[in-house]
């Protein structure tokens, strides 16, 4: 048992040395000029601005919240005259006044229960302002814009009992309803959409992809509420590669027996997609959930040996070894973000943050 008056283990003052020692450890100097974590002061009033900006200084996620809207402003500001011109520049890309026009492409991804909420409306300002230029979503994050043109979706709860709801004809999206009878309004207005498909692609040879029955369906809407309304007119292509896994899969499903033969090729918008990112000089990736959007535009920037830029806004945790929960240095190990891209993974739900970072970035004026 050790003594209590041995002072090879205890300091002079009676401590244990080794304790001491511990808690005491000397620091090495923090380098100059880094951050000091401070916070917003309400003392200086309510300015949404300022507490935002505030966040870099905050921590936590709110500091990787203020490195997304960075590299955001910094894909919008990027123009090929940042770079010098290298051997494999020609025509055009030579002449310094054209290389000032010429902007980082932006890829934008999101789930479909971003449209089914109030991220719509943020999207679709994005869409029509011409701020994006390649979108991919999933199909629930079309045929849904499509239905919110037709038939309101509701504010409910997150307890809303399912049997109840199912005995009134209402579906539940998280804390949204969407009654029954609103895809009962879709059926009736995509199905002579599909029979119009089918008639051009048997009297006109048209080839059907995803995005061209997708921007056709902008057309037909003809909404200036909708998403794809905007991205028709605006010229913006739109990617669903999994078309068929939602209410639009439905109907489709349905139309094959109604009025069978209509043929949707994947192959060309595979080549579309994967050539938006190959012939760009440069990319932006900033995708709003997981799976199979985050994939896709992950993949289609693999062909140009990875992104310059990208944030990913999710929920998803790495350790399971899920894409959506991978954060963007996994992507760096594929090749589908450059090992000297800037990029960042916020933590967030993104109902809750996507709408301020526009408003720091796309909507801020800058």
């Not at 020692?21 to 601005?49: C, H, M, W």
Request: hydrophobic share 40%; charged share 20%.
């Amino acid at each position: 048992m050790p003594n209590p008056s041995d002072t090879t283990q205890n300091g002079s003052n009676g401590v244990p040395s080794i304790a001491s020692a511990a808690v005491f450890a000397a620091s090495s100097q923090v380098p100059k000029g880094t951050e000091l974590i401070r916070g917003y002061d309400f003392d200086n009033g309510v300015d949404y601005n300022a507490l935002l900006n505030s966040y870099a200084t905050t921590g936590f996620q709110a500091a990787s919240f203020n490195r997304a809207v960075e590299i955001i402003n910094h894909m919008r500001a990027w123009r090929l005259s940042d770079e010098p011109i290298n051997e494999n520049d020609q025509g055009d890309d030579l002449d310094m006044e054209h290389r000032k026009t010429v902007r980082c492409k932006v890829f934008l991804g999101y789930t479909s229960n971003l449209v089914s909420c109030g991220v719509r409306e943020i999207i679709k300002y994005l869409v029509k302002n011409k701020m994006v230029d390649v979108v991919v979503a999933t199909a629930g994050g079309v045929e849904e814009d499509f239905i919110k043109c037709l038939a309101p979706t509701y504010v409910g709860k997150f307890n809303n009992k399912g049997s109840e709801l199912r005995s009134k004809g209402l579906n539940r999206i998280g804390n949204l309803i969407v009654p029954n009878d609103n895809y009962c309004k879709f059926e009736e207005w995509v199905m002579p959409i599909l029979d119009q498909l089918l008639l051009e692609q048997t009297r006109d040879g048209t080839v059907w992809t995803p995005s061209k029955i997708i921007q056709r369906l902008g057309k037909e809407i003809n909404h200036p509420d909708s998403i794809y309304y905007w991205a028709y007119k605006n010229d913006i292509p739109i990617y669903c590669p999994a078309i068929t896994d939602g209410s639009l899969g439905d109907m489709i499903y349905f139309h094959s027996f109604r009025n069978p033969g209509l043929v949707i090729d994947l192959v060309q918008d595979i080549r579309g997609v994967n050539g938006q990112a190959v012939y760009a000089k440069k990319t932006g990736m900033i995708i709003l959930g997981g799976g199979l959007v985050k994939h896709h535009i992950c993949n289609a920037n693999l062909m140009r040996n990875g992104a310059d830029f990208a944030v990913f806004i999710n929920t998803a945790q790495e350790f399971d070894g899920s894409d959506a929960g991978a954060r963007p240095d996994e992507a760096v190990s594929w090749g589908k973000i450059k090992t000297t891209a800037e990029s960042v993974k916020v933590y967030a739900e993104a109902s809750l943050v996507f709408p301020l970072i526009v408003a720091q970035t796309f909507a801020s004026g800058n």
